[in-house]
Each structure stands twice: as structure tokens, then as C-alpha cells.
């Protein structure tokens, strides 16, 4: 009993370190710091790799795939909500479900698609304990979007392209902001793209490394 509360109590300060970090790397949105420090990264871990859960590194969740880099996240976030709220947000690769949780305490609902299904039934364990009410969690590819619940106001993309598929332009609303990362594996870098009207505009932000958005569900 006294072990968990202890280790309970050194888990919440590595928590609050890694956000804390976050903040000397520059993320400024305090929302988006705060979310962060809501959802303990170790419960989307494997219980051998709790140990790094707050380290500032992708780690592996099974089936290829791994937990985007907390930097990442935070930074993708932040962009998409300057100067405005996230609203109707869909998430292409939910993976464990880690980064679905942080936008569902940002985001008005939240749609959060994955190809590989064993991989989504793990993130809906990992996601229970959190009641998430504004959270919808499917088996998808995600890269034809999800037309059920479209329009979105934000589109984020956790697995990297080639070229923005089309489908995720047309599912922006008017005014709709996506973060996508593009690029050959070794070479990828994040885009911003804005939607105003049916003109498209796109700007450039961090290199980064994601795995690649694949088609197809499994
Ligand atoms: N958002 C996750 C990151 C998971 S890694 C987190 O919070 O840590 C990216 C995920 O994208 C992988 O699980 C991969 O299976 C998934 N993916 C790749 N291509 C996809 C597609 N076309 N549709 C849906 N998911 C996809």
C-alpha cells in the first residue's frame, strides 16, 4: 500500500516535470499545459516502459506503431488552437490513445480513428478510466477521413504523408486548421493547413519523425 502510494507520488512528479519542460521548449498555451498534466502518459504505456513514460521520446505501444513524443503533441496542439478553440476535432491514428485524451479536454467532441484494431480496442482500455464523454473512438483509415461526422474544425494527424490526402482538405470546415506531418520517412516536416473558402494554405513548422500513415484497416 505504502510502495503505490509512493510510487503513485513519484509518477505525478515526473508528470509534472515533463510539462514543465515542455514550458523551457517553448510551449506557451497554458490550456494545453494543463491538459497535459491531466492525462498521466504512463496509462498509455506498457508497464515495463513506465519508468520512461515521461521521458521526451516516442515509445513503442505494439503492432509497429509508438506514443508520439510529448514536444510533439503539445506543439501540434498549440498551433492549432492560436487564436482560436479547437471545436469538432478529428484525430487520424489514435494509436493508444494518449494524444485523443489531451484534445478531449481541449476539443468540443472529439472523433479519433485508427487502422489497426487490436491497437484501438488497447486505447479504449486505456481511455475508460477517464470517461471521456466527448470522445468517439473508431476503426478506420483515416486517411479518407471520417464523412459521418464531417465538417471538422480541426483535423490532426499523427502518422506521416506523402501529400495531404484530399479527403482531410474536404472535411475541413470553412476556417478549419489541420497539423499533418509530411514527408519521406527520414525527411518529414509539420504543416499547417488552413481552409478559407475552397483556397488552402499551408505553412511549415518542426521537422519531425512519425510513422507512416499506411491505407486499408487491419
Ligand atoms: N496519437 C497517437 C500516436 C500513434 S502513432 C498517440 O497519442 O500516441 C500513429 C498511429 O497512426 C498508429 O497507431 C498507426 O496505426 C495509425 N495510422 C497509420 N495510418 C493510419 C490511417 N490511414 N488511418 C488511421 N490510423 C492510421
Given amino acids: 500500500m505504502m510502495r503505490t502510494v509512493e510510487s503513485a507520488q513519484s509518477a505525478q512528479r515526473a508528470l509534472l516535470r515533463m510539462v514543465e519542460r515542455l514550458r523551457g521548449q517553448g ?3 497554458e490550456k494545453v499545459l494543463d491538459a497535459m498534466v491531466r492525462v498521466p502518459r504512463q496509462r498509455f504505456v506498457e508497464p515495463g516502459l513506465a519508468f520512461s513514460a515521461y521521458d521526451d521520446t516516442p515509445l513503442p505501444i505494439g503492432y509497429q506503431q509508438t506514443i508520439s ?3 510533439v503533441v503539445a506543439r501540434m496542439i498549440e498551433v492549432l488552437r492560436s487564436g482560436r478553440e479547437l471545436g469538432r476535432t478529428l484525430e ?3 494509436g493508444c490513445g494518449y494524444q485523443a485524451a489531451v484534445l478531449s479536454f481541449l476539443a468540443t467532441e472529439v472523433y479519433a480513428v485508427e487502422r489497426i484494431r487490436p491497437l484501438l480496442d488497447r486505447a479504449r482500455e486505456n481511455l475508460r478510466p477517464f470517461r ?5 473512438l473508431k476503426c478506420a483509415d483515416g486517411s479518407l477521413g471520417l464523412p459521418e461526422a ?3 474544425d480541426t483535423i490532426i494527424v499523427a502518422a506521416a504523408a506523402r ?3 484530399l479527403p482531410l482538405k474536404e472535411q475541413l470546415a470553412p476556417g478549419g486548421r489541420m497539423m499533418i506531418p509530411l514527408g519521406a520517412q527520414a525527411e518529414q516536416q509539420l504543416i499547417l493547413v ?3 473558402g475552397n483556397q488552402y ?3 511549415r513548422f518542426e521537422a519531425v519523425r512519425f510513422v507512416p500513415l499506411l491505407s486499408g484497416i487491419e
Fill in 194 to 196: 488552413e481552409r478559407h
Fill in 163 to 165: 501529400e495531404v490526402p
Fill in 69 to 71: 513524443q510529448p514536444f
Fill in 201 to 203: 494554405k499551408e505553412s
Fill in 27 to 29: 510551449i506557451r498555451d
Fill in 92 to 94: 487520424v491514428g489514435a
Fill in 150 to 152: 464531417a465538417p471538422y
Fill in 132 to 136: 471521456l464523454a466527448n470522445l468517439r
